[in-house]
């Protein structure tokens, strides 16, 4: 089965940090472009970070550029978001989203992560 | 950066109906258009994508439409399963979502 699976959410202070991760199965993970996405509480979807299916080039939101990096481990099926100097409007869940081949957009899904930074 | 507009925000509507959602993009994407649905809890669902084409399962009485700026997602008749939220993307330019329509139940 085609999956994406994400961890590492939690509750942390304002300025904290935390590393979310997303373990791909049941396809060929280097090869694809990756996303994080993001949905704060009763909200919509917020593009984040996207990352090519080598790691070379990455990209990132107005809203977190500086303070998170997206980063991928090919030999572990992994995905990574370390995100730094939290702030409670990043309080949202977080998914990571694969870029498919035919769609050439978000085909596959984790079921998410929530982030909580409290006030 | 590319802006998503969709109409209505929300809307009601009874098992049957056909259900028409705009999305507007504040410059011209071609046809780099996604819809996804959203159910309560869940990860997002892609339904089309390149503004008109299908993803493999989604059942026919989907469709969607549109070039340039003007989109639309069409539910031809709607079933129990397709009260959700609908959101639109643009892939043109990076990637932004538009703010979500609602289908309730009347």
């Known amino acids: 089965e085609v999956q994406l699976v994400e961890s590492g959410g939690g509750s942390v202070q304002p300025g904290g940090s935390l590393r979310l991760s997303c373990v791909a199965s049941?396809?060929?993970?280097?090869?694809?472009?990756v996303n994080w996405v993001r949905q704060a509480p009763g909200k919509g979807l917020e593009w984040l970070s996207y990352?090519?299916?080598?790691?070379?080039?990455?990209y990132y939101a107005d809203s977190v550029r500086g303070r998170f990096t997206i980063s991928r481990d090919n030999a572990q099926n992994s995905l990574f978001l370390q995100m730094n100097s939290l702030r409670v409007e990043d309080t949202a869940v977080y998914f990571c989203?694969?870029?498919?081949?035919?769609?050439?957009?978000?085909?596959?899904w984790g079921q998410g992560t929530m982030v909580t930074v409290p006030s | 950066d590319i802006q998503m507009t969709q109409s209505p925000s929300s809307l009601s509507a009874s098992v049957g109906d056909r259900v028409t959602i705009t999305c507007r993009a504040s410059q011209s994407i071609s046809s780099w258009l996604a819809w996804y649905q959203q159910k309560p809890g869940k990860a997002p669902k892609l339904l089309i994508y390149?503004?008109?084409t299908l993803e493999s399962g989604v059942p026919s009485r989907f469709s969607g439409s549109g070039s340039g700026t003007e989109f639309t997602l069409t539910i031809s008749s709607l079933q129990p399963d397709d009260f959700a939220t609908y959101y639109c993307q643009q892939y043109h330019s990076f990637w932004t979502f538009g703010q979500g329509t609602k289908v309730e139940i009347k």
């Open positions: 390149k503004a008109s």
């Open positions: 990352i090519s299916g080598g790691g070379e080039t990455m």
């Open positions: 989203a694969r870029i498919g081949g035919s769609a050439g957009t978000f085909d596959i």
């Open positions: 049941g396809f060929s993970f280097s090869t694809h472009e």
